[in-house]
């Protein structure tokens, strides 16, 4: 998988929380390597951020950052910008292209997207044609463009760790030595 972070652009810290937070811990789960909040909430990234802490792995909230300076920054760097929409070419007609470049800046909005966005973005993807949500926009395409199951990738120094069972709960608080 290329190394993907997050933009999310129009996070309304009033009304958003939940969702934002949501992105940005969807896309940790499934390898992402951090989120760039085109807002200012020091909450979403504190609470990101210690989840992180908490179970494992590495990844990392920039607050309030500048949208269009970060996209440029970035495609200055070499890396591709996928922006998820309702709008433009089916994820499933783009996965292979995303899927072949390094480094993956994927834009996610919340109100109204500027047009500007449309024009700077590598792909314009469409994951469904229909309203949905940003977190399943963002699940739907990191799962599409992973090169090994992400659902099964561990995450290093771990304070708690799930064992998957059929039946309950199993968790391990990897600070107690057994």
Known sequence: MPRVVILR???????????????????????????????????IKNAIEDVADRWGGEFYVKNDVSWKAEIEKWKEGGGKVCHLSMYGINLPDATED???????????????VPTEIYDMADWNVAVGNQPHSEVAAVALTMDRIAQDEPLRQEFPDAELTIIPTEYGKRVIDNKIKE
């Open 98 to 112: 995303i899927k072949s470049c390094e480094k993956l800046m994927i834009v996610v909005g919340a109100e109204k």
């Open 9 to 43: 652009l129009g996070h309304r810290p009033e009304r958003d929380k939940r969702i934002t937070t949501h992105v940005g811990l969807t896309a940790r789960a499934l390898g992402a390597e951090g989120m760039l909040l085109a807002s200012n909430d020091k909450g």
